[in-house]
């Protein structure tokens, strides 16, 4: 078990481009979040599925923002034309269901520079 | 809404002290709350979890208290090291309100040898 993954750890991307982040979670982990990060500021919750199923989505996550997770085990956030607001840390996180906690364990995460 | 403060924003002590951290939420119907440690530029590492009808949850130096009713939980660290520098964050995951956690601001702690 070598934890959750995400790939890439930095991204430099001109203002108006499109970028996708990968996110691995913990083998056999149902459940998998997505939540970002501004500098100083706690992270706060985007979006989470339970194996393929997209189940919660928060407003921050808006039209330009797309999430997959397309056979329950990897996921991918893609930002379309980004603005310089997007610059943010992007943290993904995964929990197994079958726990009684439901503990959540966090990646290193995708830093986001927009130009 | 749930909000989650955490004072103070920033903390600096000199080594060997002991310290408290404070978490305050604003709706008591919470499922669990975590204590997070992040250092510059890195994710979150888990440090402790209380479930809601726990009182308090310990692992080595760290002890996290939770008072529920109150909205309140506390991170005592005993005997701070420099190693402990880092941004401690708390957060809670409400009852019947999905999966996602409702995190706090975080307290920036420097320990100074």
């Known amino acids: 078990d070598t934890g959750v993954s995400q790939d890439p750890r930095h991204k430099i991307t001109k203002r108006g481009q499109n970028v996708t982040f990968r996110c691995d979670p913990i083998?056999?982990?149902?459940?998998l979040y997505w939540y970002r990060q501004t500098l100083g500021q706690g992270p706060e919750f985007l979006t989470y599925?339970?194996?393929?199923?997209?189940?919660?989505k928060s407003r921050l996550l808006s039209d330009r923002f797309s999430a997959e997770r397309p056979k329950g085990s990897f996921s991918t956030l893609e930002i379309q034309r980004t603005e310089q607001g997007d610059s943010a840390m992007y943290l993904c996180?995964?929990?197994?269901?079958?726990?009684?906690?439901?503990?959540?364990?966090f990646g290193p995460g995708t830093r986001l520079t927009v130009l | 809404k749930q909000e989650v403060t955490q004072i103070p924003a920033a903390l600096s002590v000199p080594e060997g002290e002991n310290l408290v951290l404070n978490c305050s939420f604003t709706?008591?119907?919470?499922?669990?709350l975590q204590w997070f440690r992040q250092d510059p530029g890195k994710g979150l590492t888990s440090l402790l979890l209380?479930?809601?009808?726990?009182r308090e949850q310990t692992s080595g130096r760290l002890n996290a208290s939770l008072d529920k009713s109150s909205g309140r939980s506390t991170l005592y660290i005993a005997a701070s090291q420099p190693g402990d520098s880092a941004t401690y964050l708390c957060?809670?995951?409400?009852?019947?309100?999905?999966?996602?956690?409702?995190f706090g601001g975080g307290t920036r702690l420097m320990v100074k040898p």
């Open positions: 709706d008591s119907a919470i499922y669990n």
């Open positions: 083998s056999e982990h149902n459940r």
């Open positions: 996180a995964s929990s197994d269901l079958g726990t009684i906690y439901n503990e959540q364990f």
């Open positions: 957060a809670v995951r409400r009852e019947n309100a999905g999966n996602m956690l409702t």
């Open positions: 599925f339970q194996n393929e199923a997209q189940l919660e």
């Open positions: 209380i479930q809601s009808s726990q």
